[in-house]
């Protein structure tokens, strides 16, 4: 079993920074791909960046590429995920999720990833 905490969200300005952090419990974090995904109101939650199990792989939508970096401590069962340049329709409830496998490659697809947390509300005033 895994369990989730998001912290780090809040209100800024567009072009403005934030850092989520997920912190997790539970023995085999190390062994997870993790995942930010967000959920806008009326829109369906999307995938945003994932992180393989070590590291060294990560994946973005095209539409944060460039402007979000997905980082991961195993010694301190955390995952990151660093916003710069913010916009608007950022806006979001971000939700950061583990996979079901272990040491698989990460996935795009929410269905791939069985555990995760409550979100925490990101908005960007323009």
């Known amino acids: 079993q895994v369990q989730l905490v998001e912290s780090g969200g809040g209100l800024v300005q567009a072009g403005g920074s934030l850092r989520l952090s997920c912190a997790a419990s539970g023995r085999t974090f190390s062994s997870k791909a993790m995942g930010w995904f967000r959920q806008a109101p009326g829109k369906e939650r999307e995938f945003v960046a994932a992180?393989?199990?070590?590291?060294?792989?990560?994946y973005y939508a095209d539409s944060v590429k460039g402007r979000f970096t997905i980082s991961r401590d195993n010694a301190k069962n955390t995952v990151y995920l660093q916003m710069n340049s913010l916009k608007p329709e950022d806006t979001a409830v971000y939700y950061c999720?583990?996979?079901?496998?272990?040491?698989?490659?990460?996935?795009?697809?929410?269905?791939?990833?069985?555990?995760w947390g409550r979100g925490t509300q990101v908005t960007v005033s323009s």
């Open positions: 992180i393989n199990w070590s590291g060294g792989s990560t």
């Open positions: 999720a583990a996979s079901r496998a272990a040491y698989s490659t990460p996935s795009r697809s929410p269905v791939e990833y069985s555990y």
